[in-house]
């Protein structure tokens, strides 16, 4: 098993474009995760979802959409990038034993700088 | 929202000697998770608790429901346990929420 897969591992954008950071996973979990890390701060997280076709805000959505169209993948996409998006990206995947008891596998991360 | 701190921030031990990360969040919980985030930012999972204790190896998390608390502990650190250990609360709306972590050095 490939566990969670994240592409690009990094990635400069200009402020104003646009694009999408993928995620992928092969375990066949329900839940999907995308936090973002920053220097002094835990992850926070973005936009999660509990099944395909099914999508929820996080604790810092703003600027940022999801959709997922197939278990395996859980794409985030950036609208229209800002400076302050600048961060590192982790998706992850978990399968639950009941609320609060998702044992997460996170993917490599994505290093994203916007200038 | 459940806040999440850990102490300390910043730990230096030397190789052999016993650690303990602490960990307290301040609204009751359903589980409580303890990850790994190696120098190259690769993030692993350690435990998972819901009330008592488990091992695996080197490691023991402890958990204590009552007071909100919990703690890791490395016996016989070693080098390779250099590292950040994060906590993570679950609640009842399967959103985890993060302390900000501790970042753990063990020198030769």
């Known amino acids: 098993n490939a566990g969670v897969t994240q592409t690009p591992k990094f990635q400069v954008l200009k402020t104003g474009q646009s694009m999408t950071l993928q995620c992928a996973q092969d375990m066949n979990h329900e839940y999907m995760s995308w936090y973002r890390q920053d220097p002094g701060m835990g992850l926070r997280l973005i936009h999660y979802?509990?099944?395909?076709?099914?999508?929820d805000q996080g604790e810092v959505p703003n600027g940022y959409n999801v959709s997922r169209s197939t278990t395996e993948d859980f794409p985030l996409r950036l609208l229209s990038a800002a400076p302050s998006q600048t961060s590192v990206y982790f998706c992850?995947?978990?399968?639950?034993?009941?609320?609060?008891?998702?044992?997460?596998?996170f993917g490599p991360g994505t290093r994203l700088l916007v200038l | 929202k459940n806040e999440v701190e850990q102490s300390p921030q910043n730990l230096t031990a030397q190789e052999g000697e016993f650690i303990t990360i602490n960990c307290s969040y301040s609204v009751g919980i359903s589980a409580l998770h303890w990850l790994q985030q190696h120098p190259g930012g690769g993030i692993v999972s350690l435990f998972m608790?819901?009330?008592g204790k488990k091992k695996h190896g080197r490691l023991i998390a402890t958990i204590n429901i009552q007071e909100k608390h919990s703690s890791l502990h490395i016996t016989a650190s070693h080098p390779r346990d250099s590292a950040v250990y994060i906590c993570?609360?679950?609640?009842?709306?399967?959103?985890?929420?993060f302390g900000k972590g501790t970042l753990l050095t063990v020198n030769p």
């Open positions: 993570a609360v679950g609640g009842s709306n399967y959103k985890l929420t």
């Open positions: 608790l819901s009330s």
């Open positions: 979802s509990v099944g395909a076709g099914i999508t």
């Open positions: 992850a995947s978990s399968y639950s034993s009941g609320p609060g008891k998702e044992t997460q596998y």
